[in-house]
DNA sequence: TTGTATGCGTTATCAG
DNA sequence: CTGATAACGCATACAA
């Protein structure tokens, strides 16, 4: 049985107004009704409908996150900080899975406008056309994680650098011949910038730029696993390859292993992320560590300060990466 | 600026009763008032309110879902599945992060009950006593997931028969000296079972039960990686382990790996769970597959079932297993 | 300090 | 086939 605030009303001899107040504890109530009260949500185990007062007040403490997909291993992490800042302040979350399809991404975008959730957090590649102008015209605050478009609020991190830093490192290692198997390159912000890092790099250490030595992948396993055997079977096989994900990277670990090319002496491998397995797997994988967590964490933050109406001194944010040195380079 | 049902009938010049009922095209609406009213939608870009809708209908098309850790390798799998089913039953669903605290659940589960959600996915270790009151109490469907607790509707696996053919399959291999690195063993209907399994095939085998075998770990990479380091330091050290989870199983792998222990020549290890790492790993991990995605998927069908009033001939679902042969053992 | 009345944006009943 | 109108459960302005 679910009873409602006039249930209590009646119940504890008051009005409905009153009630009211004691759930919000607003205004001043006379101690002696506002224990009336309480004993009777107590004896009736009345909640509140939040539905209702969301219709009233026109805000619902919910938030949508449109992420590509959760079972990736990379999302899982972010959305917890996400997650765990939301509840923080009261948030619940409603998780959408688009696999980059634009159409997903597009049902998904306008059930939770339908929903009126308070906000959005948004995660993709390249936002196609469509997507980004209802994101601008909408009138619902929508935050970007690791992507970026137009004037929306972003927080990425710097992966053109990034990839200049991992190759100086190998190429301050000796390493020469560097390979690479790149993310998806249609995507400027985060595929190309890294693939664009690695050749500025090498550019500018004058080491000539190899076409044969690029494979395009698709972040996955497969691809980096794939990836790395093409280059490995070159008669003049790279010495070190900069794999543009983790998961990727784990592909090229074993392809290496099943060649019995030895890590890292016959072959580094450099990763992009850090994910969880990153550190777990053998041998354990060197790596740019994206800040995940902090991402999703500040991601929302932003958000909150949006819905809050407090000042945000800076629409684009812009995180610290690392260079996590294992044992595969 | 938000218009609302009101909004688009001035629009079209007609009552709100009609555009309600071209929205939800329920009833006959005269064709040419039909196209009248969709273009005033059109041009004002109204979306229905899911918020008031679901306050005059009673329900709000939303579930639940809570878990312990979205950032453990176990559940996105699930989740996803969960989520996949809901999309196409038209549910959006709230994800919570419960990290097995009892505080935690119970707050997640007010607030979703608040947010009048028609239901609830429920993951977890042992149901604290007083949560599993307030599920049997509350008039809000509840699923279980890879859990039980008295008659409430869950989908799980036979984690007792899945041990016992993992170590007899081990047996079979020639392994004598068969080590265990266990989950919670507080929990009786994954932890434990997996261990009482394990000790029965012992028994039936007429192979002695060593106490000194068996350690308890709890799911996560560290707990496996240390107690594989115990196992394998005794003087009789076993020839294969049975390890509880998949994430135990990879520290298990390392621990081995760095002692310089052959896989699976000196020691054969077996997991349980078939996480996605489990086969990228290396050498790839022998292992228990739990149907992670189904489970979720069926979890959740079992949910719209209860949810459209359709007989659910079996409140109890118990799904396969299947053992998965790798590199490890 | 408390109560009455109005409206949030819908759906649905009932007349017309 | 269409339109008034009464809920849905709550918050709040205003009155008392």
Redesign the interface.
């Known amino acids: ?2 009873f409602n605030i006039k249930d209590v009303a009646r119940k504890a001899g008051v009005s409905i107004s009153t009630v009211s107040r004691v759930v919000n504890d607003s205004k001043a109530v006379r101690p002696r009704t506002k224990e009336k009260v309480e004993k009777a949500i107590e004896e009736l185990g009345y ?6 007062r ?2 009233k007040i026109k805000n ?1 403490k ?1 938030i949508g996150i449109m992420i590509p ?3 990736n ?1 990379f ?3 972010v ?2 900080g996400v ?2 800042v939301a ?1 923080m302040y009261k948030y ?6 688009t696999d980059l399809d634009k159409e997903k991404e597009v049902q998904y975008f ?7 959730v308070d906000g959005i957090i948004f995660m993709g590649n390249l936002i196609p056309l469509e997507l980004g102008e209802k994101f601008q015209k909408s ?1 619902i605050p929508i935050v970007l994680i690791g992507t970026d478009y137009g004037d929306l609020p972003s927080v990425t991190i710097n992966n053109h650098q990034a990839s200049i830093d991992v190759i100086n490192y190998l190429i301050k290692k000796g390493h020469k011949k560097i390979g690479m198997i790149t993310g998806k390159e249609y995507d400027p912000v985060v595929g190309l910038a890294r693939k664009e890092g690695y050749k500025k790099a090498l550019q500018e250490a004058d080491i000539e730029y190899v076409e044969e030595l690029i494979i395009e992948g698709g972040y996955r ?1 497969r691809s980096g696993y794939e990836g790395a055997k093409k280059l490995l079977d070159f008669k003049n096989r790279p010495t070190a390859i900069f794999v543009a994900s983790d ?1 990727m990277a ?2 090229a ?2 392809a290496a ?2 060649k019995g090319i030895a890590i890292p002496d016959e072959l580094a491998i450099v990763g992009f992320d850090n994910i ?2 990153a550190g ?3 041998p354990s994988l060197s790596t740019i560590a994206q800040p995940m ?1 902090e991402m999703g964490a500040i991601g929302m933050r932003v958000l909150t300060k949006i819905l809050n109406d407090e000042t945000l001194d800076n629409k684009k944010v812009l995180l610290n990466y690392s260079f996590i040195e294992r044992e595969s380079s």
Chains 1, 2 share one sequence.
């Open positions: 049985m679910r909640k509140p409908n939040a539905i209702a969301s219709l619902t919910t997909d959760i079972s291993q999302y899982p992490e959305v917890r997650e765990d509840n619940n979350i409603f998780l959408c899975n306008d059930a939770l406008e339908e929903k009126q009138d396993f998961e784990i592909g670990i074993r292993l099943e969880d397995m777990k797997v053998y967590y």
